[in-house]
């Protein structure tokens, strides 16, 4: 949400309107492999299009709009490379090993 708040600031300040009807399909999963495998699919889908809008910020000289697309297509990233972790800790451990691992003492 903190990404969306972001982007809906950064429009405001442009002076556009947010569209927030069309929203994206959220998609649960069954167990943790699947949320996990979810989490990435969106994670993998996001980071290109990141790209895109940080291009075309940039061709269209918005140096600040460039800038935090920048700055949420790092955290993206970062989100990518945790899903990829937890989910090679499931096959290393087991889930039930993992999921043990998950909870705080």
């Known amino acids: ?19 927030m009807s ?4 959220i998609k649960v999963g069954a167990d ?8 990435s699919n969106g994670e993998q889908t996001a980071v290109p ?3 895109k809008a940080i291009n075309i910020a ?3 000289s918005n140096a600040g709009t460039a800038d935090l697309f920048t700055k949420i297509l790092l ?14 800790q499931i096959v290393q451990i087991g889930r ?3 999921l043990a ?3 705080d003492e």
Not at 7 to 15: A, P, T
């Open 1 to 19: 949400m903190k990404h969306a708040e972001w982007l809906i600031g950064r429009i405001l300040f442009l002076e556009g309107t947010p569209t």
């Open 22 to 25: 069309k929203l994206n399909q």
């Open 32 to 39: 943790i492999p699947a949320m996990l495998t979810n989490d």
């Open 49 to 51: 299009l990141y790209n």
């Open 58 to 60: 940039r061709e269209v």
């Open 75 to 88: 955290i993206e990233e970062g989100h990518g490379d945790w899903l990829e972790q937890q989910r090679d």
């Open 96 to 98: 039930q090993n993992y």
């Open 101 to 103: 691992n998950q909870t």
